[in-house]
C-alpha cells in the first residue's frame, strides 16, 4: 500500500495508484479515506489523487480525487499538477504533454522544461444551471448573499467545480475562517461550493483567501485561483493574464476570449512511504 506524497504551494496530497491496493476496488471508502488524510491519525493530506485509473477513450489518464472528508471533488487544479508530476515521476508519462480526465472533464497537462506544470484547466462557465446555483437560469453575477450577519456582493462559476468569489477591498484568513464554512453549505449552492474572497491589487494580481468545499481553510487551490481570476476578469477589474497570490505562493492564470483557463505553478516532491494495515484498525 505505498502512497506518494507531494505539496503544490502547501496544496498538499497523495497519490494512490489503484495498482498498489488491489483489495479496495474500486476506491477507496470514506472512512479509509478521512484516516489516511487525518494529520493526527493518518499520514495527513488535503486529499488523494486516486490514479491512474482506466479510460473508456484512448489516450488520457483517468483520475479520481477524494477530499479529506471522504467526499468526491471533479476538479482540483493544485491535484492535477501534482498528478502529473506522479506520472512523470513513475514514467508512465513518456512525453511532456498529455490529458487526464476527471469527473469535471478533461484536461490537457504539460510539463515545461523548467519543471513548472501547466493546464488547461477548461472554460469558465457562469450559468447557474451548469455551477448550480438555485433560482431562474442567469449569469451569476453581482448578487447577494447574507451569512453570519453579514451581506455580501458574490458572482459564482465553475470550471468543472462550483465556486463562490467574493470581490472585497480587503481579505484576510480569519474572514475565509469565519464565512467559509456557511457560504459552502448555502442553499443557494444545491451540489456546496468552493469560497474564495478575493482582493484586486492591479490589472495583473489578484489575492484570494480560500475556503473548499469538503477540505476547509486551505493555503492554495488551482481550480479557486482559475476561478477567481475569470470572475476579475468577466467584471472587468484585470486582463487576460494575471498572477493569483495566496498564502502558499504564486499561480499564472491566463484566460482565453472564451473564459477558457491555462494555469501554470511548481509541484513539490514531499515523500514516498507505505501505509501499515494497522492504521485501519487502531485509532488512539
Excluded at 70 to 86: D, M, P, V
Excluded at 128 to 151: D, H, W
Excluded at 167 to 177: G, N, Q, R, Y
Excluded at 262 to 282: K, N, S
Amino acid at each position: 500500500m505505498r502512497f506518494h506524497k507531494y505539496h503544490a504551494l502547501g496544496n498538499d496530497y497523495l497519490v494512490l495508484d489503484p495498482a498498489d491496493f488491489p483489495a479496495w476496488n474500486p476506491a477507496p471508502t470514506g472512512d479509509q479515506i478521512r484516516v489516511v488524510c487525518h494529520r493526527n491519525f493518518g499520514v495527513g493530506s488535503d486529499g488523494i489523487l486516486w490514479g491512474p485509473l482506466p479510460v473508456a477513450a484512448g489516450g488520457a489518464f483517468g483520475l479520481r480525487i477524494f477530499n479529506p472528508d471522504g467526499s468526491e471533488a471533479e476538479k482540483s487544479g493544485n491535484g492535477l499538477r501534482i498528478f502529473s508530476r506522479y506520472l512523470r515521476d513513475a514514467g508512465l508519462a513518456p512525453h511532456p504533454a498529455f490529458e487526464i480526465e476527471t469527473a469535471g472533464g478533461r484536461v490537457r497537462s504539460e510539463i515545461r522544461p523548467d519543471g513548472l506544470i501547466t493546464i488547461a484547466m477548461g472554460r469558465v462557465s457562469f450559468d447557474s444551471e451548469k455551477i448550480p446555483v438555485a433560482g431562474s437560469p442567469r449569469e451569476v453575477l453581482n448578487e447577494r448573499i447574507t451569512v453570519g450577519g453579514r451581506t455580501f456582493t458574490y458572482c459564482a462559476a465553475t470550471i468543472g467545480n462550483p465556486h463562490c468569489v467574493l470581490p472585497l477591498p480587503e481579505i484576510s484568513a480569519d474572514l475565509a475562517k469565519r464565512y467559509g464554512p456557511e457560504l459552502e453549505i448555502h442553499p443557494n449552492f444545491p451540489r456546496k461550493t468552493n469560497v474564495q474572497f478575493l482582493q484586486v491589487l492591479d490589472r495583473a494580481n489578484i489575492r484570494i483567501e480560500i475556503w473548499e468545499r469538503g477540505a476547509g481553510y486551505t493555503l492554495a487551490s488551482g481550480s479557486s485561483s482559475s476561478a477567481a481570476a475569470a470572475v476579475a476578469r468577466r467584471l472587468g477589474l484585470v486582463d487576460s493574464k494575471l498572477t493569483v497570490h495566496m498564502p502558499g505562493g504564486e499561480l499564472e492564470i491566463e484566460i482565453g476570449d472564451d473564459f477558457a483557463v491555462q494555469m501554470t505553478g511548481p509541484v513539490t516532491r514531499v515523500a514516498d512511504g507505505v501505509l501499515d494495515p494497522e492504521l485501519f484498525h487502531a485509532r488512539g
